[in-house]
């Protein structure tokens, strides 16, 4: 996907960062240039402003997201942010320009929006991954794993424990953030959920919040279409303790479907979460 001197654009397409998030944009763009000698081009719209409504209004931040579409010299593009406003964008955005692109988009939380947008009305295959990762906690393991996935094209292979088997545990992968993959719900935005995969995580939430975003997502069809599900990490319930009662919700409705249920530890909000792909066909 990425050779040492490609460009990738760096891109805000939800909530903007903060002034003081610079150091971490600028640390990052100094890592993949020494280490990969990848040069990022930076969207207008990164930061937070004054006027929200003028400077990051929704077509503004499209319209930059559009331009790293419309760039040859971008390979990929990276969002780093997150938060609560991707879907406002979604009108805006020109899809036959973004699947002619061909180029992956890389984000998670809030964009998930975004990449289940991309994927169901173009075919183009994304990541669920933040690449501010590179600069935390886990650098020196997120930089193998930047070159593992993104410059040497390795086949993921991730660990996943098995909740649920049956004959077949195959499907493209959609999905990602619960709460954020629900706004789509209603719309064209919405991959069909037949014969797919579902990856599901979630950074708040206590037990009763996921258990309505399952009904959710039972009450529109997506439970009982899809192939099975992989569960992420649910930060909120796990530092309470109380993880275990996602994968009994869980349980039931794919008992209910006879479907396959799968849970890993390496995608969620977490500094050592992987590069996980999205539109890609998995098979168990």
């Keep these: 996907m990425l050779k040492k001197g490609d460009s990738i654009g760096l891109v805000a397409c939800s909530n903007g960062r903060g002034r003081e998030n610079a150091g971490d944009i600028t640390r990052l763009e100094e890592l993949l240039l020494n280490y990969f000698s990848i040069e990022c081009v930076r969207a207008s719209t990164i930061f937070k402003v004054e006027n929200e409504r003028m400077d990051r209004s929704a077509s503004k931040r499209a319209e930059e997201l559009m331009k790293l579409y419309q ?4 390979k990929a593009i990276f969002d780093i ?6 879907n406002e964008i979604l009108p805006y955005l020109d899809f036959e320009i973004i699947r002619k692109a061909n180029k992956p988009f890389v984000g998670y939380s809030d964009l998930t929006v975004v990449l289940n947008a991309v994927w169901a009305n173009t075919g183009v295959e994304g990541y669920n991954y933040q690449i501010l990762h590179l600069t935390g906690s886990e650098s020196k393991f997120q930089l193998e794993q930047f070159k593992k996935v993104f410059l040497d094209g390795e086949k993921p292979v991730f660990p996943y424990e098995i909740l649920r088997k049956v004959t077949k545990m195959r499907g493209e992968v959609i999905g990602g953030n619960i709460r954020c993959l629900l706004k789509l719900a209603g719309t064209r935005y919405l991959p ?17 919040k996921i258990a309505t975003y399952f009904a959710q997502l039972d009450q529109i069809g997506y439970l009982e279409h ?13 530092k309470s303790g109380r ?9 039931m409705y794919m ?3 006879n479907k396959f249920l799968l849970k890993t530890t390496v995608v969620g909000h977490n500094d050592n979460a992987w590069p ?3 539109g890609k066909i998995l098979e168990f």
Excluded at 196 to 203: D, F, G, N, V
């Design 71 to 74: 760039n040859p010299e971008i």
């Design 81 to 86: 942010s997150g938060g609560d406003v991707a």
């Design 192 to 208: 069909d959920p037949a014969g797919k995969t579902i990856l599901l995580e979630a950074m708040s939430g206590n037990r009763n």
């Design 226 to 238: 899809a192939n099975g599900i992989i569960l992420g990490t649910f930060s909120e319930l796990e």
């Design 243 to 251: 993880r275990q009662e996602v994968d009994e919700i869980a349980q």
């Design 255 to 257: 008992e209910r479907y």
């Design 276 to 278: 996980f792909p999205l």
